[in-house]
């Protein structure tokens, strides 16, 4: 299944952030082939002068899927990948793996033999291929409201697929993040955003919502194959009155229902609290059908990752996973 996730030009995106080189691994077997895109890292401790690695997911989703073969062999097909997968990490130095499935594709549920899974969070779709009005039938009825009203105030939407730049989204976003005290994770540079266009600009659609000629709201969409993916969203506080956020999610839905697409993913919230704002927020535009999102980690080195724990200092069992990421500054043990 194509989706933007799975796209090598999209983990390029996050080499710089998550400082490591973005590779996939390709497993053909006679049952079928598993395509497994990752950032592979550098583990800032060094063991007898020694470098090791780490894999995770670029931002977002993603994770092994199968891509080729028939249902009943599927079993039999990740048992072999993660034979194989597991033989490359030890000639590789690769220690250990942090995997953030895919919620749409569910590709967890093939690989629950092969990693430690951990539910972390509902997301949110909003339907469109199922749904003959997806705004009547997906949305809350508050939602509809504040959409009218914004619209009969004299809000207005556009549309532009494959936009040439980014700039007055970037200046929107990014005095987004300042008034909402965003943490580092969700401020982007300028290489970034040029990076997606120069890379990814066929998948990208940007919706823009003014009022009386200002920008008021503006959100950075990836397309690809039956999916639209929210990536990023900026307004302006001074006209949260005409629910320019609303609006920026009606545009979408109805420009991606005229396109023919399955569905708008949302995410899911800053954590898995029922309660958590963002989560009720996209909520209100996906009321019926929730996804879940899993991650999965793995020890491909038991041994090592044991020796780097005990360099950092930390427990093997420690929380946050990789243990030994729980120090920051590099350090080389002799």
């Known amino acids: 299944m194509k989706d933007i996730y ?3 030009d999209y983990g390029r995106l996050y080499e710089k952030i998550e400082n490591g080189k973005c590779e996939e691994f390709i497993f053909k077997h006679e049952l079928g082939t598993v395509r497994h895109l990752f950032i592979k890292r550098e583990i800032p401790i060094k063991l007898d002068g020694e470098g090791f690695y780490d894999l995770v997911t670029p931002y977002g989703y993603g994770g092994p899927r199968i891509v080729s073969g028939m249902d009943e062999d599927r079993a039999e097909l990740v048992a072999s990948f993660q034979q194989a997968f597991g033989e490359y990490c030890l000639e590789k ?3 250990s793996e942090l995997v953030r499935f895919h919620p749409v594709i569910k590709n967890h549920l093939d690989f629950s033999s092969c990693y430690d899974l951990s539910f972390k969070r509902k997301t949110i779709q ?3 291929s199922d749904v003959d009005d997806p705004i009547l039938t997906e949305y809350s009825a508050s939602c509809r409201r504040d959409i009218r009203h914004g619209l009969k105030a004299g809000v207005e ?6 936009p040439q730049d980014l700039e007055d989204f970037k200046k929107l976003y990014t005095s987004t993040m300042q008034r909402n ?3 580092a994770v969700y401020y982007f540079g300028d290489s970034y955003f040029q990076n997606c266009i120069d890379w990814l600009g066929d998948y990208l659609v940007v919706v823009e919502v003014t009022y009386e000629g200002n920008i008021i709201g503006m959100s950075l969409n990836f397309v690809c194959g039956d999916f639209v993916h929210v990536h990023l969203t900026g307004t ?3 006209f949260h009155q005409l629910s320019a956020a609303y609006i920026l999610q009606y545009a979408l839905a109805l420009w991606g229902k005229d396109q023919g697409k399955q569905l708008i993913h949302h995410g899911g919230g800053r954590t898995g609290e029922p309660d958590d704002k963002l989560y009720l ?6 009321r019926n059908e929730e996804l879940e999102y899993f991650t999965g980690k793995k020890i491909w080195n038991s041994a090592i990752y044991e020796l780097l724990c005990q360099a950092a200092n930390t427990p093997t069992d420690a929380e946050r996973f990789p243990a030994y990421r729980t120090r920051e500054s590099p350090v080389s043990i002799n």
């Open 6 to 8: 799975f796209e090598i």
């Open 126 to 128: 909003t339907r469109l």
């Open 93 to 95: 130095g690769i220690v």
């Open 181 to 183: 005290d965003a943490e």
């Open 157 to 162: 939407y556009r549309i532009t697929d494959h």
């Open 281 to 286: 927020f996209k909520k209100k535009f996906g």
């Open 236 to 238: 302006l506080r001074e």
